[in-house]
């Protein structure tokens, strides 16, 4: 049986994967930067838009990063005004597990869904560190397995306060306007949180918004497969994606789920040109963009926890190894798993093997799912990885802000469609009927 393709699109975010050199690159304030790509994503029938959030600005060696010198308004303050110029586009944004309450998280994200006409998607994250948690009133460093505690009781605990309203409590009368018959009393006591009291939404129009997981760890990809609806991964080859993809199905039987009802999306990029080898030539160029010298170095500098300035750019590797007891010179940014030692060697064999310079590893090293030719290349590339169970779908992720989606709406989007893997049109008001 032929799957249709799920599609979303993702915010260019302050980082260095935005081309901000290129003459069209725009604002990440101005609201007409989130009119346009979510305006551009609803025209191509995409499923939803997707905003990353940031809740501190990055730094480098005490200095914030010259690519992260802006901030974003609020995400969900930037959903709510998107849902009044959009009319069926998911609208999907990030809000930690580890800075927000319960209580807060609930009533913003099923306001964004009675504002938009059951168009809302949270995507639940962990946040890592004491860091950003500085900026909060306590604090937050929490050990991986306790940030992992804390999310799974927190979305729960909001599934509790979207369910507390039964269907049909909120009544209308013409007379004495509208009020609640049985308002939703909740009462919840548990090891992360202990509150009682009343919600003040009643249900929502998707019953319950759409959830999503960002990770790919043993904790994130079981806890997505326990309460998520959609989960983000980061595969480069069609073998790890289909690894990921039954991996993470497999687990769903044990919460008695199918599996169908959680949709894998990688993020992914991509480059399009007239032909195959010019979109290639266009994407090496776009990537030397996107890893200028300094980001090279700073990148670098992340895993060796050295001042490595004096080294050039278009030569080798370093020759000393990472520093193993110092302190960590790039904050805000996902930490490698991996032993910086253990990870540095396998940059050294992978730099000799290809006979590549610091910017050229970078690059290498720091590449994400991306799909590169013509229009019908890369429309024929998505259709195998979904048809191939490597995923369900893709969060696409442009390299411009706010016209980069443009044109893959104008030149891919057709190409899908005449294979009759995606959409003509929406299927319902509500993002799950897009989804499910």
């Known amino acids: 049986m032929t799957k249709q393709i799920k599609l979303a699109a993702y915010f260019p975010g302050v980082n260095n994967t935005t081309v901000w050199s290129d003459p069209a690159s725009g604002s990440q304030i101005d609201f007409a930067s989130f009119e346009h790509l979510a ?14 959030e940031g809740l501190r600005l990055r730094e480098h060696a005490g200095k914030i990063l010259d ?45 964004i869904d009675h504002l938009s006409g059951g168009r809302a998607a949270w995507n639940v994250v962990t946040s890592p560190d004491a860091w950003t948690g500085q900026n909060f009133r306590r604090g937050g460093f929490l050990e991986r397995e306790d940030r992992y505690a804390r999310a799974e009781e927190f979305l729960a605990t909001v599934r509790e306060l979207w369910d507390s309203w039964q269907p049909g409590t909120l009544l209308g009368d013409k007379e004495n306007g509208v009020f609640a018959r049985d308002p939703g009393k909740f009462v919840h006591s548990g090891p992360q949180f202990d509150i009682h009291g009343e919600f003040t939404l009643p249900r929502t129009p998707q019953g319950q918004p759409v959830v999503i997981q960002a990770g790919d760890s043993g904790e994130g ?34 919460y008695g789920r199918e599996p169908g009802e959680l949709l894998i999306m990688p993020a992914a990029a991509f480059v399009l040109g007239d032909t195959d080898a010019e979109a290639a030539e266009r994407a090496r160029e776009i990537r030397y963009q996107q890893v200028r ?30 520093d193993p007891d110092a302190a960590p010179l790039t904050w805000g940014r996902v930490r490698h798993e991996k032993d910086p030692a253990a990870l540095a060697a396998e940059w050294r064999a992978l730099a000799e093997e290809k006979k590549l310079s610091i910017r050229e590893l970078v690059i290498e090293a720091t590449a994400r799912q991306q799909f590169v030719g013509s229009p019908a290349t890369v429309a024929g590339a998505i259709d195998e990885y979904v048809q191939s169970d490597a995923a369900d ?14 044109e893959f709406v104008e030149k891919v989007v057709p190409h899908l469609q005449e294979r009759g893997v995606f959409r003509t049109e929406y299927a319902g008001p509500t993002l799950r009927d897009q989804l499910f």
């Open 39 to 52: 305006r551009t994503a609803e025209r191509g029938k995409l499923d939803f838009l997707f905003l990353a």
């Open 67 to 111: 690519t992260d010198v802006v901030g974003r308004p609020n995400t969900t303050a930037v959903l709510a005004a998107l849902s009044a110029v959009t009319t069926h586009l998911g609208l999907a944004g990030t809000l930690s597990s580890t800075f927000n309450e319960p209580y807060e998280v609930a009533r913003q994200v099923a306001s």
């Open 221 to 254: 990809r079981e806890f997505a497969a326990k309460a998520a609806d959609v989960i983000f991964s980061r595969h480069g080859t069609l073998e790890d994606g289909q690894a990921f993809f039954h991996d993470v199905k497999r687990r769903l039987s044990a």
């Open 293 to 322: 010298p300094a980001t090279a170095i700073q990148f670098l500098e992340q895993v060796w926890s050295r001042d490595l300035s004096a080294y050039d750019v278009d030569g080798p590797l370093p020759d000393i190894d990472p």
């Open 393 to 406: 779908g893709f969060v696409l992720a442009p390299h411009l802000t706010p016209g980069g989606l443009d």
